[in-house]
DNA sequence: ACGATGATGAAC
DNA sequence: TTCATCATCGTA
């Protein structure tokens, strides 16, 4: 299921919708990295939503702040932080300028897990607020790979059991998932 | 089951 | 200025 002729970088248009409409439709499209003339392109397999300033599992939920200013603004943009003095997390900004949300990048390709997927693709803080394009040496392509609905699973956010009702939402998106 | 490891935000 | 917390992962 796989068209060839199609290569298409997605733009603003693409994240400016629903969080969770966007985390559901970047399954199956292609997180490319360009480091010097190095290019690696890993086909999105796990996506979380982070939807709007009472999603107590979201950042933005305790309101704007220096870290997370980023998902306040317009879609396209990266939201790269570090959790856990570790693991540098990927995200790209979704929906309304003003309104807060971001999809979660957790895995690609081989890579399972948002810590692995940065450390392989050489991500960090650097990136953050840089706009998802090929300038950016970081971005997103839709290479015409169609994912039939049977293939995705909906389960509730990793690692986010402090957020009461919200925990349970189905914002999680795995593709041929457990 | 737990420690690594450091930025962040809220409290003081 | 201090302090608890954290959208994880590798080792035990």
């Known amino acids: 299921m796989l068209n060839m002729q199609s290569r298409r970088v997605l733009n603003e248009k693409f994240f400016c919708r629903d969080t969770r409409v966007v ?35 979201s950042h933005a939920h305790r309101g704007k ?10 879609a396209g943009r990266f ?4 959790v856990y003095g570790v693991h540098q997390m990927l995200n790209i900004v979704t929906d309304k300028n003003g309104y807060p949300a971001a999809v979660l990048i957790r ?54 059991a402090y957020a009461g009702e919200w925990a349970k939402k189905p914002y999680r998106f795995v593709y041929r998932g457990v």
Do not use: H
Not at 79 to 82: K, Q, S
Not at 117 to 132: P, V, W
């Open 23 to 57: 985390a559901r439709e970047l399954l199956g499209k292609f997180l490319v990295r360009r480091v010097g003339k190095k290019e690696k392109a890993l086909m999105i397999t796990e996506t979380e939503a982070y939807d709007g300033p009472d999603d107590k599992a």
């Open 65 to 74: 702040t220096a870290r997370n200013a980023v998902m306040f603004g317009k």
């Open 79 to 82: 939201y790269v932080y570090l």
């Open 107 to 160: 895995s690609a390709g081989e890579y399972d897990g948002p810590g692995k997927l940065s450390k392989i693709l050489r991500i960090n803080r650097q990136l953050n607020e840089k706009k998802a394009m090929r300038t950016s040496g970081l971005w997103i392509e839709d290479r015409g790979m169609i994912i039939p609905k049977k293939e995705i699973k909906k389960t509730p956010r990793i690692g986010v």
